[in-house]
């Protein structure tokens, strides 16, 4: 294969981002040959603006059958994600999903299971893995240089939004049409980062959600969580959509020092001893280890959205690695699902979670929901 | 009276330092008159330091008997403090008394009782309230420039202390010795400026203490607590001893904006209108209230202990209303308190607590403690 032909599936505000690119050639080796959308305007937009090369699809079956690709872009809404990656498995295509990777685990999981069983190229849309801010982040981790992390506190409540956004679709911050609020809306890209760049996951989570705390709205809009993890440290991840200015500071403590990630820059107090050596030998009252304030490099750009596109169309053509391998979905996904879960049960939470549990939870509240996943949001028929 | 005659007891680390300043009039209508100090090296000190003017004591009854002072200065170990300063009403005293207020609140509410029933004036050595950044941050609070606060996010874990601190004395990070560890030792004035600052107390309290995580010792080094107010609002306060360089950042969130208070500055991200008044006209999709960023100055010093000492002095002779009234110690060890409690059992404790419930737990740790509290540790014998 030399160029591999892209279908995209869905054209909302993430897919026609994503389509501009592809039809500019602005991704080597990629070529945009199909799209599906079952909203007439949007296959109208599509008509006029993809050119004639692009063919149009109303119905995945169609679409997914039609032979016109190799791999599919999705930017549906959040639930049908897995359910939409399965089906272009089963045709034996490659996919790359917009995140979330969905609403519930239970149901990622089925669609990692389907992606490892068809051997295709599967990425997640996680373009702030590209983000240099927290590449540097992951490599003073992983080289070594901040010591075994002893804390991990994230405050992100610099999401705001009016109550006039959420009025702007029925379905938003509906349990029935997005499965969620803050978390699964504005945070999966920090979810999946507050991991990703310490390479370790809680083992359990305690977790305070408030629902429609600042707006009218049925899901979380409000978020305080604490975790522990296996070596003993702990962490923060405190979110909400509902402050002015709001904050965006990722502090993470470890044996060498501390590391502030806040307004683009990364900040790290390194100790010239670590603190558990200085600990070991010190022999006064109120001493405490030599620290340097380093001010650390940030070089290069985010690569956005046409970055992950690009590395994915370069796995497949190449077997480049994955920066975001789409198995790794669920454990931001894991991390929301257990912060939903026990609030719902007011407890601690053990990871992974129980799948069965939070799925039934996540049922009780749709079937009182406001919007009526069926009417109001589902676009596809999957 | 024209002179208020002051007698200091005990002669530790803080009652030495108070003496020091008092010998050397620097407290304008206060004299020392007294000291009592059953340790034979600190009285001796004393001897050589203070003058023949300073009637020396070893015996606590036979000083609060002796008529040679109008008020005390309590700097004795945290334990002895309520049963100290009741004694000292008892004798018809004015009490300063040094911080914490005591070990566990059901024995500071009897301190409260009868410092009320003396009529007498009672303070507490909170000093970090004349710090000029926190009665700074009390004024944006108070006048309503932040507007309604939404929450308060304290990280103080700048408190490091290595395991030769805490093996330097035996009753040293014990809960017979000191009863309890970084809440009540490093924290007392956090944990007040905390409530302080904003007028309000936390209703309920969920917190994660962890028990010589980082040293060897029995009691909290690490704790991170959660809390709700009635208003709604939640926080979080997070400290421990076992790291370096370690963070002291006050955040909070209001209405208005928010204030950070950090390396010694206050910085308020100002909205230049509330956050309720732009949500509910604002009729767009992602807008957000315009903010002005803020360097708020702070001028003056702290006063340090002087100021608070000069303040009761003024107090006593003048009416000058107290910076640090004594009955409001309660609320920062309600707070210490809680949090334990609340680790303990394993659950949320409302507040007030039950101070019962928290007696009963902790004469359950000092039955193990590996300091015994009439041995080790108790230097009046009250």
């Known amino acids: 294969m030399e160029l591999v032909r892209i279908g995209m599936i869905g054209l ?72 939409v990656a399965i089906r272009a498995f089963q045709h034996g295509l490659h996919v790359l999903c917009e995140k979330p990777a969905g609403v519930y685990t239970k149901q990622v999981r ?5 992606a490892a069983a068809s051997g295709k190229v599967f990425s997640m849309m996680y373009n702030q893995r590209t983000n240099p801010l927290y590449t540097k982040l992951k490599d003073l981790v992983s080289s070594g240089e901040l010591g075994e992390v002893r804390r991990t506190n994230w405050i992100i409540t610099n999401w705001y939004r009016s109550q006039s956004y959420y009025d702007s679709g029925g379905w938003r911050a509906t349990w029935a049409g997005e499965g969620g609020g803050v978390l699964i809306n504005q945070d999966p890209h920090q979810l999946d980062l507050w991991q990703w ?32 993890y296996e070596n003993g440290a702990t962490g923060l991840f405190v979110t909400t959509t509902g402050e002015a200015p709001g904050t965006n500071r990722f502090e993470l403590s470890g044996d060498r020092g501390k590391i502030v990630v806040e307004d683009g820059k990364l900040t790290f107090w390194r100790l010239r001893q670590s603190e558990r050596e200085f600990n070991q030998t010190f022999r006064g009252g109120f001493g405490s280890p030599e620290c340097w304030k380093c001010e650390i490099p940030i070089e290069g750009q985010e690569t956005g959205h046409k970055g992950i596109t690009q590395n994915w169309v370069d796995a497949i053509l190449n077997g480049t690695p994955l920066v975001a391998p789409g198995e790794e979905g669920i454990k931001g996904l894991m991390l929301s699902n257990a912060m939903l879960l026990s609030t719902w049960t007011d407890n601690w939470v053990d990871l992974p979670i129980d799948e ?18 069926n009417e109001a949001y589902r676009t596809f028929e999957v």
């Open 12 to 83: 909302g505000n993430m897919g026609t981002g994503h389509a501009k690119y592809l039809i500019n050639k602005e991704v080597k080796g990629a070529v945009l040959t199909a799209v599906c959308e079952p909203r007439p305007d949007r296959l109208e937009w599509a008509r006029e603006n993809l050119g004639p090369d692009v063919q149009l699809f109303e119905n995945l079956e169609e679409f997914l059958s039609s032979g016109a690709m190799d791999g599919v872009l999705i930017a549906t809404p959040h639930y049908d994600h897995p359910d």
């Open 110 to 114: 089925e669609m990692n299971t389907a």
């Open 197 to 228: 760049t310490i390479d370790m996951m809680p083992k359990r989570v305690r977790a305070f959600c408030y629902f429609g705390k600042h707006r009218d709205i049925e899901v979380e809009d409000d978020v305080t969580a604490f975790v522990e």
């Open 356 to 373: 069965e549990l939070f799925y039934h939870h996540l049922q009780e509240k749709i079937k009182t929901s406001k919007a009526k996943k």
